[in-house]
């Protein structure tokens, strides 16, 4: 089975994301033997949901590197719960595709 994207990516504002699509360094973590990025850890996300209930300005940091920066339009109340599955890990073939179409522009 095959998923295709039903977005482009390469409108993308976050400069973390386009950075690390354009130097390819998913190409470097696959030289290097990595098969998955931040894998789910009990204690951190235990650990990310009590800094984020108690200094909201760690979820704010956190929010600006993983996603597009929108204060506005995010439900503040459920960032806890959010953070405390976070990150949840992905697969580096995951992580490549996407940046392949942030590097692409193709729909």
């Known amino acids: 089975v095959s998923i ?3 977005i482009r990516a390469d409108w993308m504002g976050n400069v973390f994301f386009k950075l690390f699509a354009k ?3 998913d190409e470097l973590l ?18 990310l949901s009590q800094l984020c209930a108690s200094f909201s300005v760690v979820c704010d ?3 600006f590197f993983a996603t597009d920066y929108s204060p506005q ?6 960032l806890p719960v959010y953070y405390s599955h976070f990150p ?5 073939n995951t992580v490549s595709q996407f ?6 522009g193709k729909f």
């Open 4 to 6: 295709v994207p039903v």
């Open 23 to 25: 130097t390819k360094v």
């Open 30 to 47: 696959r030289m290097l033997g990595v098969t998955s990025l931040l894998p789910f850890n009990e204690f951190r996300g235990q650990l």
């Open 61 to 63: 940091v956190l929010l």
């Open 73 to 78: 339009f995010d439900y503040q109340e459920r």
């Open 88 to 92: 949840a890990g992905a697969s580096l």
């Open 99 to 104: 940046f392949q179409m942030i590097r692409e």
